[in-house]
């Protein structure tokens, strides 16, 4: 072993990370201008604007997963085992998931207090179809089968504090005041590695201003909030973990005041 002495300067961050593992993935985004080159698509459900599709290169994450950080990319990656994904059943496999994260998320950011968004919403996504069973007469699908079909941020600064005011009131929880609201959400793989449904994350911090859309959200339960899509900008840093376990998941804001 050889050691090197002297004025040595540390590679900056961004340049050893461009060296990571990458793939190359289809995305969609709003379009930023009438004339914006790539493949135009319909709009995704609950949206009314302009989608656009790009090629975007998506590095590994693994390598660097110790780096990441809430406040600066945005999103972790965090090693806890759930005791409730060995439930099949939908709706029993959300109630229990529920029990188990919110006491772990009021634990990991030492919070006053931890409710629900959405009435408790986790949504579970299959694309064969087959980890849970449907019933062919059901109507309201327990598991979809389809991801957001563009790059977003589900809670603009506008609809964050409203979303959290009325999932309040409709749980009966009188709405208290507060120094800081983070709306904090979980991605995590139910199937054993190899996914082929890996989730996509921007880095935050290379972001700007004007790649963000102000625009409105139509659930299919009726509720409408203002929510964020992105517009798309070569210069953003997109990651993703390959061969996710039971025993890890994403944690990463949808807002804070």
Known sequence: MSSIMGNAKRAPESASREHLECVQGQIGFARRTPDEKGQATTPTPGYDFPKVIHDVTVRNARPIADELSLEKEGFVLVQQKLSCLNERDPDILRKKYMEEMVPFIKDYFKASW????????????????????????????????????????????????????????????????????????????????????????????????????????????????????????????????????????????????
């Open 114 to 257: 931890v409710q629900t968004v959405d009435l408790g919403g986790v949504t579970i996504r299959s694309l064969g179809g087959n980890s849970f069973s449907r019933p062919a007469n059901e109507t309201k699908f327990s598991v979809r089968a389809h991801g957001a079909g563009h790059a977003h941020i589900d809670y603009s600064p506008v609809g964050g504090p409203m979303i959290a005011a009325r999932d309040s009131q409709l749980q009966g929880i009188e709405i208290r005041p507060y120094s800081r609201l983070m709306i904090i959400q979980a991605w995590q793989a139910v199937s054993p590695p190899p996914q082929d449904f890996p989730l996509a994350f921007c880095d935050a911090s290379s972001i700007e201003d004007a790649d963000l859309l102000d625009t409105y959200y139509r659930s299919p339960h009726g509720v409408t909030h203002k929510s964020w899509v992105l517009r798309h900008n070569p210069s953003h840093r997109w990651y993703y973990v390959p061969d996710l376990t039971r025993d890890e998941f994403f944690l990463f804001k949808g807002y804070d005041s």
